[in-house]
C-alpha cells in the first residue's frame, strides 16, 4: 500500500507539472513590459529580447535571424547596454525564408562591449545566438536558441 501510495503522488505531481508546463507554453518564458524599457522601440507587432551579448577582446557574438514566412519581413536588432538603454542599432528587410548573419562589433554598439539585444520584426521571426571566445586555441563555442519571436 506504502508503494502504490509512493507511485500515485509520483503519477499527480507529474500530471500537474505537465499541465503548468503546457499552459506556459503560449506566454514569454519571461515579461518584458515594453513600455517600460529606457527606450522607445519602433514598434513591430514581434519581438525577441536575448539577454546578452558580448564583443569584448576576448569574446564575440554572432546573430542570425531567420524569417521563417513566405513574404518579405522588416527588422530593427536594438543593442542595449546592461541598463537597457540603446546604444546602436540594425534595420534592414528580409525576403522570404532569408537568414541575416552578423557579429556583433563595437562599431554596432557605441563602444560598449556588453550589453542585451532586442529584435522586433514586421512578421515572426526565428534567431540563434553564437559566442565564441577569442583565444589561440578556438575553443568554447556556445550556441543559443533558437529564440521565437512573441506578438503581444
Not at 35 to 40: I, R
Request: hydrophobic fraction near 45%; include cysteine; glycine fraction near 10%.
Amino acid at each position: 500500500m506504502r508503494r502504490f501510495r509512493t507511485v500515485m503522488v509520483f503519477v499527480i505531481a507529474l500530471l500537474v507539472m505537465g499541465v503548468a508546463i503546457a499552459g506556459a507554453q503560449d506566454k514569454p518564458p519571461f515579461k518584458i513590459d515594453k513600455d517600460k524599457l529606457p527606450f522607445t522601440p519602433v514598434g513591430l507587432p514581434w519581438w525577441i529580447y536575448i539577454p546578452h551579448y558580448d564583443c569584448s577582446i576576448e569574446w564575440w557574438t554572432g546573430i542570425v535571424i531567420h524569417n521563417i514566412n513566405s513574404s518579405a519581413n522588416q527588422y530593427t536588432v536594438w543593442y542595449l547596454d546592461n541598463n537597457g538603454y540603446p546604444v546602436g542599432y540594425s534595420e534592414g528587410a528580409l525576403t522570404a525564408l532569408q537568414k541575416w548573419v552578423h557579429v556583433v562589433t563595437t562599431a554596432d554598439t557605441g563602444g560598449v562591449t556588453q550589453g542585451f539585444i532586442f529584435i522586433e520584426s514586421e512578421l515572426p521571426v526565428i534567431a540563434f545566438v553564437n559566442f565564441g571566445q577569442n583565444t589561440a586555441t578556438g575553443v568554447g563555442i556556445t550556441t543559443l536558441g533558437p529564440f521565437i519571436s512573441w506578438c503581444e
